[in-house]
């Protein structure tokens, strides 16, 4: 009799962690659907597919930058910042030192510096703002607001706000490999961070650390946690990750310039709370991010084959998702608070 | 006896088929100090809210001033009379004093427009009714929390009160603001008001009230006169379980000590403390907030750093560098503050007990040992008889004396040498009360050392077998708890005698 109860409340305590995966399945499914049906021709097609698993890594990876900087209670707002200024350290080095006409052979050393800086500048960048944030305490919202600025600043500078072009052709090539002809490496990279990242959150001592802080820094402290490192990791991981989106818009373009992926950041942003990472820090999964980043790029793919829509609905149609879910997560959360007060009462 | 004031009869009310109230009454006579007691979760607050009018019971009546009603809505309440002062005061922080007192009932009287003169009159006339000298231009949020409760009743007053309803006004305040406090109340009985006063807390009832009345899971369980009640009783009725007489004998002091502090300063803070603990001791250090105590343990916690002085441990000299520091040199502290330092609320009971020893619970690459972190949860949920349906639910669903016991649990797996507990059983239940000072003397005899810090003077006797008292930063007087009173020990650490 106890036995069964509590395997059926153990059960009961996962559907209530899960029902938020479950809606974005249902979600997932839905817009899935809603295309097929709406865009027959178009949007269930080897071509769609194909197109739309190279635009989303990009961003993808630096949703699921933000998407740890929230889990800890801060936020993220330079990730875009990041990954353009450290695209550009990299386009700047390889314009600079490799010869014209070299032979593929010749040119691998360079781009393996290449990429190595890059990750370098990004961390670098992370570990500016989580210094801002853990040392000086400043605001996550506020530091990596100056950090954009910063970075964004410093890659115009540099770069007279031109776009850096003319890089060897072996970096696009590899840059636009297709394994299979069909799954392009960057989504080959995007999968690998996810999981890493899906499985560092989930089963290791820092991603319960991360957790544990985003919910309350200050029970963390007297936990033992060192919050300021747990912190500064999380941001530089971020940053880092970055530096990895922006070597994709680079192969991408083929060129780096300081004002690529602009609106990512608030995209971004809603892609993680659509996701369900609580903006107050302390919940939230990968997988749930990860579908919120099909989700959305099922939307923009579909509504791009309505020839009658314009761009800027796609505006108005994400600010009112992210607004809806919002205010959707709020219902549930208040519904969720007043069935606990009617537990405690018993 | 004289008229009620309050009659309630038969009062039931369920919450998605969850008894809160099983036919409940309650009678408060005209003038009359009447205690609600009841453990968490006895109903009380659900009674409170249907008289007040925020809840509609599902059954019963409420008959005020000889009129009868089914159910109230809020806004009726008040027209008669019942006001209603809860924990947090409903006060507007960043209003002053005379805005808070007057701002209502120009509100109440449709004015468009404020007179900042009548203003001024109307709130000083409410201060000097209970006696209390406030400045009226001060913004509340500057004001000590107990000044912020007496504006509060101050703006009961001013609504015609007829019947004032404390909801456990005391929790956030020193025993001379309590003091203070109740001497207000007696003014209020005198100009004729009835007052409900709900607490949990056997002397504070014995103290004030002359009738009680005391719930257990929704339902009356006793009520009568306070003379006529005795401590026993009245723990009974709450509870439910008889309790021995509680005292610790400390049975296996070790003469070396294993902690020992001298001349430590901290600025502001507390100055020149010197002691020693010993295994096998429980440590008692008593004062008021805000002398001290709080900022010397977390000294040995490593929260703050002392400014002269040294700590020892075993004899060797030590420097607690950060709360990891003092975990790793077997030291572990339960804060006082289980909401907002000692617990994360919204997280699982696994994860709150396991979180100060997951560097055990995880391989060399940072791995969990998720086996291992669910074997120990639920060793522990078993050995301090944690009420939970399961370790995966948040543990703000467990009850506080629940709460805190999973707090505990997280720094004895850890192998300590020195715990230390800052006000132990604060806003606990009395049942589980009792098991954790039951469990400190076990650990106590098995060879820990412990300090607990707290105010609750029968706690500290009952638990401690040295107390140390503090005042405005220092140790005023070692004590020994079997021939103190605690009429002593609160002298000492107020120094009114």
């Known amino acids: ?346 | 006896m004289a008229a009620s004031v309050l009659r309630v009869k038969g009062i039931t009310k369920s919450f998605g088929g969850v008894q809160a109230l099983r036919g409940v009454s309650l009678d408060i006579a005209l003038g009359e100090i009447h205690c609600l007691a009841g453990e968490n979760g006895s109903g009380k607050s659900t009674l409170i809210k249907i008289i007040s009018g925020v809840h509609e019971p599902d059954a019963g009546e409420i008959e005020i001033d000889g009129r009868r009603f089914s159910h109230l809505n809020p806004k009726e309440a008040i027209g008669l009379g019942i006001q209603v002062i809860y924990q947090d005061f409903s006060v507007f922080p960043n209003l002053t004093v005379m805005e808070n007192l007057a701002l209502n009932s120009e509100l109440m009287d449709k004015r468009k427009l404020v007179n900042y003169k009548r203003a001024r009159a109307i709130a000083a006339n409410a201060v000097s009714q209970i006696g209390f000298d406030v400045d009226l231009d001060e913004r509340v949020e500057n004001l000590t929390v107990a000044d912020r409760q007496l504006i509060a009743i101050c703006r009961a007053l001013l609504q015609e009160a007829k019947l004032i309803i404390m909801d456990e006004p005391t929790s956030a305040l020193t025993k001379k603001e309590v003091k203070a406090l109740f001497a207000v109340i007696k003014r209020l009985q005198a100009r004729g008001l009835s007052i409900l006063f709900v607490s949990h807390k056997l002397d504070e009832v014995f103290e004030i009230s002359e009738r009680y009345t005391i719930l257990r899971s929704g339902e009356n369980v006793a009520s009568g006169s306070t003379v006529e009640l005795d401590r026993k009783t009245f723990v009974f009725h709450m509870t439910g379980r008889q309790f021995e007489d509680e005292f610790y004998t400390p049975s296996a002091i070790r003469r070396e000590p294993i902690l020992s502090v001298r001349g430590l300063s901290l600025g502001g803070a507390y100055a020149d403390i010197s002691f020693d603990l010993a295994a096998g001791e429980i440590l008692g250090i008593t004062g008021l907030l805000g002398s001290g105590r709080t900022e010397l343990v977390e000294t040995l916690f490593g929260i703050f750093q002392p400014e002269a002085g040294t700590i020892s441990i075993r004899g060797k000299e030590v420097r607690i560098k950060s709360v990891k520091d003092a975990i790793r040199k077997g030291i572990g502290y339960v804060p006082s503050d289980r909401l907002t330092e000692g617990l994360f609320q919204p997280q699982t009971v696994e994860r709150n007990l396991s979180i100060t020893v997951l560097d055990r619970l995880s391989d060399h690459f940072g791995f969990l040992r998720r086996g291992a972190i669910a074997a120990m949860t639920r060793r522990w949920i078993g050995d301090l008889s944690i009420a939970t349906k399961s370790p995966a639910l948040p543990v703000r669903t467990l009850s506080g004396g629940n709460q805190q016991k999973v707090v505990l649990a997280r720094w004895l797996a850890n192998d300590l040498s020195i715990l230390m507990l800052n006000g132990p059983t604060m806003g606990v239940d009395i049942g589980s009360k009792y098991d954790i000072h039951v469990l400190m003397r076990k650990l106590a005899g098995k060879g820990l050392a412990i300090i607990i810090v707290s105010d609750d003077l029968p706690e500290v006797l009952a638990c401690a077998s040295r107390i140390l008292v503090m005042r405005d930063g220092v140790f005023v007087q070692e004590l020994d708890p079997t021939v103190t009173t605690e009429s002593k020990l609160s002298e000492l650490s107020t120094g009114i005698a």
Not at chain 1, 212 to 237: E, K, V
Not at chain 1, 270 to 293: E, H, K, Y
């Open chain 1, 1 to 346: 009799m106890t036995t069964t109860k509590t395997a059926a409340t153990v059960r009961g305590v996962r559907s209530a962690r899960d029902p938020n995966l479950l809606r974005l399945l249902v979600m997932l499914v839905f817009v899935f659907v809603l295309m097929t049906v709406l865009r027959p021709n178009q949007f269930a097609t080897i071509a769609s597919f194909n197109s739309m698993m190279r635009q989303f890594p990009e961003y993808g990876i630096m949703s699921i930058g933000i998407s740890l900087a929230m889990i800890t209670g801060g936020i993220d707002l330079g990730v875009v910042g990041t990954a353009n200024l450290s695209a550009i350290v990299a386009a700047k080095f390889l314009i600079g030192t490799v010869p014209r006409g070299a032979p593929p052979a010749q040119v691998v050393p360079y781009l393996i510096i290449a990429v190595l800086l890059s990750l370098s500048v990004g961390l670098a960048c992370g570990t500016i703002a989580g210094t801002l944030i853990s040392r000086f305490n400043i605001p996550a919202i506020l530091a990596t607001l100056g950090t954009q600025q910063l970075f964004t600043g410093i890659a115009i500078g540099i770069t007279n706000g031109r776009p850096q072009s003319g890089l060897p052709l072996l970096y696009s090539r590899i840059g636009n490999t297709e394994f299979f002809r069909f799954v392009p490496l960057s989504f080959m990279i995007f999968f690998i961070v996810a999981v890493s990242v899906g499985i560092m959150l989930s089963r290791t001592r820092f991603g319960t650390f991360m957790y544990m802080m985003g919910t309350n820094p200050r029970a963390a402290r007297y936990a033992g946690l060192n919050n300021t490192s747990i912190i500064l990791r999380t941001y530089m991981i971020s940053g880092l990750l970055s530096s990895v989106a922006g070597l994709i818009m680079m192969a991408r373009a083929n060129s780096a310039k300081a004002d690529y992926g602009a609106p990512y950041t608030l995209q971004c942003v809603l892609i993680a709370v659509l996701g369900g990472i609580d903006p107050n820090g302390g919940f939230g999964t990968i997988g749930g991010v990860t579908m919120a980043i099909l989700i959305l790029q099922f939307l923009s793919s579909g509504l791009n084959m309505f020839n009658n829509i314009s761009n800027f609905y796609r505006d108005v149609i994400w600010g009112g998702v992210l607004i809806l879910v919002l205010v959707f997560n709020k219902l549930l959360s208040w519904r969720e608070e007043r069935r606990a007060v009617r537990k405690s009462m018993n």
